[in-house]
Every structure is written in C-alpha cells, then in structure tokens.
C-alpha cells in the first residue's frame, strides 16, 4: 500500500526547477510534498502530487527524466515526540531511513505528514500500524 | 558467398598490386613534376632529382605535403590539369579552421565513384537494394562520394542528404531503405529519435549502414547496431584525396581496405617523418595514385593508426588500416597527455551512457581541465543523490583508468547536448594558449 513519489533529475543551474514547476502548472498537477536533494551539479526532486502517472507523462513529454519511486507516508500528531515515536517503532524493527521529508497538513490543516523512504515499504507499514501510527494510502496523498 | 565490385583489383596478388603501383606511380611523379610548379620546387629543395626516382621503392626519398601546402598554394597552387578539365571542386568542412578546396575532372569523379561502389558492394549493396544517403550534399564530399557509389550499382538512391529527422525516418520506412549512409553521430541521433517513436529493429527495414567522416568508436558501433539491427561498416576518406572510399570495411569489421590501387599508404613516425614497418602504429600518408586534378604525393593525413596485411577472411587482398584513433587534429593534450575524443566515448559507453556527450577543455590556474558532459538517461536515473554520485565516480574511475588523467564528470539534462546532423562538435577547447 505504499505511495508513489515522483522524483525528477535537475541540473544545478539557474530556472531548472522554475522549468519543472512550470509544466507541472500547466498540466493542472497539485503538489503535496516536496524535497529537494542537491549535490553541486546536479539535484533530485521529489514531490508527491495528486495525479502520480499524469505527472510522469508530462514531465517525460517535456524531456525530464524522472522515476515512481515507493515510498511510506505517515501522519505524526502535533505533539511533543510525535516523530521520536515512528522512529523509535522504525529502529526497533530494524529499517533504515534513507531519507524523509515533512508535509503540513495541508486542507486538513490539523496535522503534520512525513514522507519516509526505506528499503522495504511493506515491513516499515506493518511495523508502523501495528504501533498504532496512521499510515497514508495513495488515496489519502493525493487529495491532501 | 562474398561480392566484390571489382574482383580483379580488390583480390590482386601482392604482386600484382606491386606492379600495378609502381607502374602508376612513376608516371603520376613524372607527371606531377612536370605540371605543378609548387611541387617541382619542394623536390628540388629537398636536394632530389628526377633520376632519384626509379621505382615506388624510391618513395621515402620524397618530401611530405601537409595540410600547411594546401593553404600556402590555395586555390590553384596544386592543380595538376587545366581549369577546362576539371568539373567539380569540393571543400572540407572546416572543422579544425582550415579549409581544404580539392578539384576533380571527370575521370577523378568516376574512379572516386568506384571506390564507393566497392564500399558499398562490401555492404551487401546490390541493384536490389534502396540506399538513403543522409550525409550532405554539396560541398562536402560525404552525400556526393556515396550518392556516386549507389548509382554505378544500381541501386535506388534516395538523396535524403542531411537534417530533418522525422522526415527521413518517413522515407526510409515508407520506401523501405535497406542500406543508410551517414556520420555515426547522426546516426546514433536517427537511432535514438526511432526509438522514442516506438520502433523496434525489426519495424525498421536497414539491413546495413555505411558511417563515416568522424572518429567512433566500437562501443558506438555495436549501439548504432543493435539499436536499428544493422550490421554498421566504416568507411574511411580525406576530400585532399577525395572524399570518402579511400579505405572501407568488410564483414570481418577488423579494419577497412585501403583501396591501394588508386591510393598507396605508408605509415610514418609523425616526429621524425621515418617510414615505419607494417604492423607499427603512426601516422598515414597517402600518395594519389590516379588522381588527375589534385594529385598530392605523400600527403600527411595526421590520422594515427597501424596497417596490417593479415589474410582477410572476405578474400581481399587490399591492405587494412586499423580504425584510427582520431585525428592528431582531434588529439588534444590535457596537462601533458595525449586524450583522443574516441578513448572518452569507449568509457561512457561502457558504463551505460548514450553517445551523446561534450567534452569541455579549460586551463584554471594554469592547470588543464577535462570536463566531460554526459546525458542523464532513464536509465542511469534513481531518487538517490547517493546512487548517482556513484555511479558518476565510477565513471571518473573509469575515464582514469583509460586517460591516466582525472576528468570531471557533469551529468546534464536529457537534449541539452546539441545533436548534429552531420560532424558532431565533441570538443569545447576553451584554452587560450
């Protein structure tokens, strides 16, 4: 059950992102998350968008290379250790994060989303329901 | 069973050929010494007299003409025949900055036409086939020298000649082209743009492609390939000496025979102009056997590579060259070593990369700098910063490993290299020295 993240090679240079937030505009796309991961040439977005294969036709249409990558999407309460919380449950069944970003909440305002990219989608969902932590479904990322 | 075009000449005796050589060449010499003032005053200069010159074994007692010649007497300086003989002149492209105009009459057109048609026949060509030139048409000699070779075949010739990809991919399938000449970039690029229209090798009627008029290397070859399901020969040339079919490649694609009864090589050390023994890697020359308008005797192509005269399992007997490395024109020298263009390709491809790619030279605090610009694929592509950078350390590795010499590799966005329709622009030297 887990979610698609869109991710998308970007050169470091000045208007690269502006380009591809351009053609997601103009293809009607509604973002959700977003992260950037940057080294000095080059850049990887990720986003999570409401049309996930919507947007990977435009974007290739435009000439980006770009991947589905799955990911976990999680709700974390605004509270004080609302996040020590899923990554005590992620350490204690062994998955290692290899990176995450956060999401506001967004029409439903209340709470706070972290988008977690690890090994194994499955096992770090079960794990995370079974100690009781909101997972997303794609339903559920798409109309944030 | 394996066709030739000219069975006579393409299967000689070493013996023959010999004779044949020295026949032709001692009237050529005679004849050029008597028509073209440049080129009597250049052997007399260099302390050598007519009687000097008893046989083709004599050859390495005769100045070299360079590029340097071509432009001290251009244009007329090196006309072997009046204006009123020649028909037709052809000019290089000017790639490296110097521009090379060469004349023809029409024995040289016929004889150069030949030499394609035996290229061509090496192919597989016969009157059966349709053979879209894509090189251009005009000046240079490519979509000429190929257009000539099809029609002593043959062979429907569909004079596409360069640019307009789409279009081409139309005539090619809607006349079922089974034979494409063309550069090997632009090739690579009609590969490429097929294959973002969906079509497969097999919905795409080539059987043979003739690539030539740049360096490539076996990686690209394979490519081109497997990407259009093709067998892709090489063809060799020079517009000093004619255009392309001076050297051409069978089915073993081992190497290209020299067509030697027209043009007759010798391999020099480029330092010390010593004439090397075969089999030794150096510089090519040529001396224009036939030639009638532009004869040029000893001319030094400054293409590096090795002959060798290994039994050749198509049954020619004409001697092979290696595929050369590339120009001296194209080598460049970064921080001391000797880089060919073609070395940088063999490693990107190697590692998976397209053949498209910019090679930008720069001096940065008096110290060279290769930077070397390669196309992010679908394929290489991952959500992981990590895994990228891997991946292009690898690829610093592996350009270490053939150069000797550290080089920066930039992944950049899919197209934003230019493709060319006919001499990919690979360097950016950008050193002011």
Redesign the interface.
Known sequence: MAIK?I?V???NKPG?LKEMTKVLANAGVDMNALSL???K??G?V?IIVDDVYETANVLRES?????M?PVVGVMIPDVVGGLDRVLEILSAADINL??MYASLGGKKQNDAYMIL?VENCEKAESALRAGGIYVLSQENASDM | MERYYQADLECASLEDMRALQNEKFLSQFRRVMENVPYYREKVEKSGVSLDDIQSIDDIGKLPFLSKDDLRESYPYGLLAKPLSECVRIHSTSGTTGKRVMAFYTQKDIDLWYECTARALTAAGATNEDVVQVSYGYGLFTGGAGLDGGSHKLGCLTVPTSSGNTDRQIMFLRDLNATIICCTPSYAAYLGERMKELGLTPDQIPLKAGIFGAEAWSEEMRRDIESTMGIKAYDIYGLTELSGPGVAFECSEQTGMHINEDHFYPEIIDPDTGEVLPEGSEGELVFTSLDKEAFPLIRYRTKDICILSREKCSCGRTLIKMKKPKGRSDDMLIIRGVNVFPSQIETVLMNHGYAANYQIIVDRVNNTDTLDVRVE???EM?????GD??AKQAELVNGLKSMLGLKAKV???????ITRSEGKAVRVIDKRKI
Do not use: W
């Open positions: 993240q991710s090679f970007l050169e690269t991961a940057e080294t040439d080059f990887i990720r000439g980006f290379v770009c991947s990558t290899e990176y990219r | 992010m694929t679908p592509f991952t959500d992981n910063v990228i950078a930039s992944l950049v966005a899919p197209k934003s």
